[in-house]
């Protein structure tokens, strides 16, 4: 298998059901997770900065453009320092460090802050305010109306749909990094889609997009 | 082929998917329009989600959060903070004096027991209890407090390091001075001066590095406050809503925003943005002589500000068009206070074609 800029395109590469793909895994020995576990500075550094961009992007896809990616990233990074001492290996670090990151993000999601910071304004302020081209604020608020979409979703199920659909994660893993059951997996995903469908149908804008 | 089958494929795109796997979609797609929909609804949430427009952090980013998530994860507990237990000693041991006062002044009244053996003691006196002290004051807790740890200055007098300030007085500090209000570090640069009101710190000159108990150091200019606070965020998005408006043409949504944004408690940058909006909006569509007057308010309200010297140009640009000899006085003001200024070039060249 060929290392993946995504890791989600290489599942994809592989079939839904292939497990995660360990090309995209970096190099991370045993005594560097030793260290990691004893509070080592430079380990943890090593296997954080290994990690950040990856974890970033997913954090960042898992709470939209409204979430401040830079310090749920810095919470999974404490969250990790705290239970790294737990740490038995049986999964690879990186898996342990997106189940860390989705469990930060639904808790991010699940606060009513996240829910009330919702008004179309502030979605306007934030599409407008991330690109100056005409063409590129057209695509952010098109990606942020999405999102508005998604805030509709109960937690577990938009991070259900997020992983399945944006990062291309099979059920087995979704509910693998979730710690839920495949059934309650699926039963998730099967609702989570039926309720964004029927809403982006709504939507005239994200609709137009969709015919065109 | 049924829909069902087809499902767990409609969210993958064709160049992901098997060449058998692909041929049987494509061909349940050409008979089902409802899974040709949902398919086409997927591909786009897939496209959306993938290019969020979020601004990535890049390896210093990265570098910065990871050094603030090891300070704060490496750092040792903190102790768990106990009550000092003498004051409740003491109160216990009056408790129980003010009880034996009780009952030996109960049992005054009772006959004396018979004693065959040793009668003196029924006959000695009981001693007099020790008077109950007064529990002595809880210890003195100052949140209102300001403590000094480097050399600053309260209305021109110096404070003595390791000094305790009240809250609501102007710290002011002569070269680079540290000063720990509540649990937050405070660095001020030279000259800056802050003051603390109601948990606040506003950094009313210079600026100022805070680091609170996260351990991420934030920079705060003159005019911002620390904790910020959430109507000043507020405060941002309407300014960018405002801007956006404006970019599009709608100057009537863009002076709404601003106007709201000025409502909204703005920082003093935040307010000369919002008002330089507003008198753009005003030129924009026409009201030359309102623009003109808020562009002279901002250029001298602001003139430390970037708002200030862009109003100040701006004001003798409105002026070039209706009035050439305002307009060389403008021009003229503009590059005396900025010489080296943003628009000095532009006001120089403006200046040789008025003249």
């Given at each position: 298998v060929t290392a993946f800029a995504h890791p989600g395109l290489a599942i994809l590469a592989m079939g839904i059901s292939s497990p995660l793909p360990r090309a995209v895994e970096p190099s991370i020995d045993g005594e560097l997770i030793e260290a990691c576990r004893k509070g080592d500075r430079g380990a943890l550094d090593r296997v954080f900065r290994a990690h950040a961009e990856v974890l970033e992007r997913l954090l960042a896809r898992l709470v939209g453009p409204r979430g401040d990616a830079e310090d749920l990233l810095q919470e999974t990074f404490v969250?990790?320092?705290?239970?790294?001492?737990?740490?038995?290996?049986?999964?690879?670090?990186?898996?342990?460090?997106?189940?860390i990151a989705i469990h930060v993000a639904h808790k991010e999601l699940r606060r009513p802050r996240h829910r009330r910071e919702t008004p179309d304004d502030n979605l306007d302020a934030e599409a407008a305010s991330t690109a100056t081209p005409t063409d590129r604020i057209a695509a952010d608020r098109l990606a942020v109306a999405?999102?508005?979409?998604?805030?509709?979703?109960?937690?577990?199920?938009?991070?259900?749909?997020?992983?399945?659909?944006?990062?291309?994660?099979s059920v087995a893993e979704i509910a693998a990094l979730t710690g839920a059951s495949q059934t309650a997996t699926k039963s998730r995903l099967f609702w989570a889609r039926r309720a964004l469908l029927a809403s982006l149908r709504r939507d005239p804008e994200l609709d137009d997009e969709v015919r065109r | 082929m049924s829909c069902r089958t087809v499902r767990p494929w409609l969210h993958v795109a064709a160049e992901q998917l098997s060449e058998p796997d692909r041929l049987v979609l494509e061909d349940h797609l050409q008979v089902c329009e409802r899974c040709r929909e949902e398919r086409a609804q997927l591909a786009l949430v897939r496209r959306l989600g993938a290019t969020l427009p979020v601004t990535p952090l890049g390896p210093r980013g990265h570098a910065r959060v990871i050094a603030a998530a090891l300070i704060r994860g490496l750092q040792p507990a903190e102790p768990v903070q106990r009550r000092p237990i003498w004051p409740f000693a003491i109160a216990g041991a009056a408790v129980v004096a003010a009880i034996a006062i009780a009952v030996v002044l109960t049992r005054?009244?009772?006959?004396?027991?018979?004693?065959?053996?040793?009668?003196?003691?029924?006959?000695?006196?009981?001693p007099a209890p020790a008077p109950a002290r007064p529990a002595p004051p809880a210890p003195i807790v100052r949140p209102d407090r300001v403590v000094v740890e480097g050399e600053l200055e309260v209305d021109g007098n110096k404070l003595a390091p390791d000094a305790e300030v009240p809250t609501n007085v102007a710290l002011r500090a002569r070269v680079r001075a540290k000063v720990r209000v509540f649990d937050t570090q405070v660095v001020l640069a030279a000259a800056s001066q802050i003051i603390v009101r109601d948990r606040t710190i506003v950094v009313l000159r210079g600026s100022a590095l805070v680091t609170p108990r996260d351990g991420v150091q934030r920079r705060i200019e003159a005019g911002d406050t620390w904790p910020r606070e959430a109507r000043r965020l507020r405060a941002e998005d309407e300014l960018a809503t405002a801007h956006a408006a404006y970019a599009q043409g709608d100057f009537a949504r863009a002076e709404k925003f601003a106007a709201s944004a000025l409502a909204s408690k703005p920082t003093v940058a935040q307010a000369a943005e919002a008002e330089t909006v507003i008198a753009d909006c005003r030129q924009a569509t026409g009201a030359h002589g309102d623009a003109m007057r808020r562009y002279q308010t901002i250029a001298t309200s602001y003139p430390g500000l970037a708002a200030g010297e862009t109003a100040s140009f701006a004001a003798?640009?409105?002026?070039?068009?209706?009035?050439?000899?305002?307009?060389?006085?403008?021009?003229?003001?503009?590059?005396?206070?900025?010489?080296?200024?943003?628009?000095?070039?532009?006001?120089?060249?403006?200046?040789?074609?008025?003249?």
């Amino acid at each position: 298998v060929t290392a993946f800029a995504h890791p989600g395109l290489a599942i994809l590469a592989m079939g839904i059901s292939s497990p995660l793909p360990r090309a995209v895994e970096p190099s991370i020995d045993g005594e560097l997770i030793e260290a990691c576990r004893k509070g080592d500075r430079g380990a943890l550094d090593r296997v954080f900065r290994a990690h950040a961009e990856v974890l970033e992007r997913l954090l960042a896809r898992l709470v939209g453009p409204r979430g401040d990616a830079e310090d749920l990233l810095q919470e999974t990074f404490v969250a990790a320092i705290e239970a790294f001492p737990r740490f038995r290996g049986e999964a690879s670090v990186r898996s342990w460090l997106h189940r860390i990151a989705i469990h930060v993000a639904h808790k991010e999601l699940r606060r009513p802050r996240h829910r009330r910071e919702t008004p179309d304004d502030n979605l306007d302020a934030e599409a407008a305010s991330t690109a100056t081209p005409t063409d590129r604020i057209a695509a952010d608020r098109l990606a942020v109306a999405l999102y508005r979409h998604l805030d509709k979703l109960d937690a577990r199920k938009r991070i259900a749909i997020v992983l399945h659909v944006v990062e291309g994660y099979s059920v087995a893993e979704i509910a693998a990094l979730t710690g839920a059951s495949q059934t309650a997996t699926k039963s998730r995903l099967f609702w989570a889609r039926r309720a964004l469908l029927a809403s982006l149908r709504r939507d005239p804008e994200l609709d137009d997009e969709v015919r065109r | 082929m049924s829909c069902r089958t087809v499902r767990p494929w409609l969210h993958v795109a064709a160049e992901q998917l098997s060449e058998p796997d692909r041929l049987v979609l494509e061909d349940h797609l050409q008979v089902c329009e409802r899974c040709r929909e949902e398919r086409a609804q997927l591909a786009l949430v897939r496209r959306l989600g993938a290019t969020l427009p979020v601004t990535p952090l890049g390896p210093r980013g990265h570098a910065r959060v990871i050094a603030a998530a090891l300070i704060r994860g490496l750092q040792p507990a903190e102790p768990v903070q106990r009550r000092p237990i003498w004051p409740f000693a003491i109160a216990g041991a009056a408790v129980v004096a003010a009880i034996a006062i009780a009952v030996v002044l109960t049992r005054a009244d009772e006959p004396a027991p018979i004693v065959v053996r040793d009668p003196v003691p029924a006959l000695r006196e009981a001693p007099a209890p020790a008077p109950a002290r007064p529990a002595p004051p809880a210890p003195i807790v100052r949140p209102d407090r300001v403590v000094v740890e480097g050399e600053l200055e309260v209305d021109g007098n110096k404070l003595a390091p390791d000094a305790e300030v009240p809250t609501n007085v102007a710290l002011r500090a002569r070269v680079r001075a540290k000063v720990r209000v509540f649990d937050t570090q405070v660095v001020l640069a030279a000259a800056s001066q802050i003051i603390v009101r109601d948990r606040t710190i506003v950094v009313l000159r210079g600026s100022a590095l805070v680091t609170p108990r996260d351990g991420v150091q934030r920079r705060i200019e003159a005019g911002d406050t620390w904790p910020r606070e959430a109507r000043r965020l507020r405060a941002e998005d309407e300014l960018a809503t405002a801007h956006a408006a404006y970019a599009q043409g709608d100057f009537a949504r863009a002076e709404k925003f601003a106007a709201s944004a000025l409502a909204s408690k703005p920082t003093v940058a935040q307010a000369a943005e919002a008002e330089t909006v507003i008198a753009d909006c005003r030129q924009a569509t026409g009201a030359h002589g309102d623009a003109m007057r808020r562009y002279q308010t901002i250029a001298t309200s602001y003139p430390g500000l970037a708002a200030g010297e862009t109003a100040s140009f701006a004001a003798a640009r409105l002026a070039a068009r209706t009035n050439p000899t305002e307009a060389r006085s403008l021009y003229e003001r503009y590059l005396a206070r900025y010489p080296q200024g943003r628009f000095a070039l532009d006001a120089r060249r403006a200046l040789e074609g008025v003249r």
